[in-house]
T-cell receptor, first 109, second 113 residues
Framework: KNEVEQSPQNLTAQEGEFITINCSYS?????LHWLQQHPGGGIVSLFM???GKKKHGRLIATINIQEKHSSLHITASHPRDSAVYICAVSPLTGNQFYFGTGTSLTVIP | NAGVTQTPKFRVLKTGQSMTLLCAQDMNHEYMYWYRQDPGMGLRLIHYSVGEGTTAKGEVPDGYNVSRLKKQNFLLGLESAAPSQTSVYFC????????????FGPGTRLTVL
């Protein structure tokens, strides 16, 4: 049973395109996290949100708590955005985080 | 601040050998986690700790042991390595579990032959 589902699994885009990655979850949460992992690299946190929308540069994350859904948008995509994007949730109960399997993004120049 | 560090970065073991992975954090975080990452499966929790001297099992604890003798360190042990434990291992820490960000180490790539 997967508490967190992401789509698509793989995504290829041309440089400059607008990109959307989706995340759905099945448990009550206190927060949702978007993480980024470059090839062979570590994992960094991009966003943590519990409602509404957050924006960092060209990245925008939104969440709809009622629908248990979040989206990560990348505007004006660039090859350096090529990475795996991982959605994770902090459930209301328990000490564990639940992770999606990730979306592998490739941005072609 | 170094954040979260892991030692070693790479390791090759033969089946049956033992080893310990060290995770250290300098952010005074209470919570620490060990994950493994395998292709197509996402991050899976092995063990975690909610404070010095405490440990708890995660989703895939079999074949692993952990210890948290000091708040800043979280050790992951493999007593008798198996090829199924070939994976990339990530340590993470956070202030708490609810509305708290996790900080990840750089990972350890382990191959068991």
């Amino acid at each position: 049973k997967n508490e967190v589902e992401q789509s698509p699994q793989n995504l290829t885009a041309q440089e400059g395109e607008f990109i959307t990655i989706n995340c759905s979850y099945s448990v009550g949460i206190s927060a949702l996290h978007w993480l980024q992992q470059h090839p062979g690299g570590g994992i960094v946190s991009l966003f943590m949100l519990s409602s509404g929308k957050k924006k960092h540069g060209r990245l925008i994350a939104t969440i709809n708590i009622q629908e248990k859904h979040s989206s990560l948008h990348i505007t004006a995509s660039h090859p350096r955005d090529s990475a795996v994007y991982i959605c994770a949730v902090s459930p209301l109960t328990g000490n564990q985080f639940y992770f999606g399997t990730g979306t592998s993004l490739t941005v072609i120049p | 601040n170094a954040g979260v560090t892991q030692t070693p970065k790479f390791r090759v073991l033969k089946t049956g050998q033992s080893m310990t992975l060290l995770c250290a954090q300098d952010m005074n975080h209470e919570y620490m986690y060990w994950y493994r990452q395998d292709p197509g499966m996402g991050l899976r929790l092995i063990h975690y700790s909610v404070g010095e001297g405490t440990t708890a099992k995660g989703e895939v604890p079999d074949g692993y042991n952990v210890s948290r003798l000091k708040k800043q360190n979280f050790l992951l042990g493999l007593e008798s390595a198996a090829p199924s434990q070939t994976s990339v291992y990530f340590c993470a820490s956070s202030r708490g579990s609810s509305y708290n960000e996790q900080f990840f180490g750089p990972g350890t790539r382990l191959t068991v032959l």
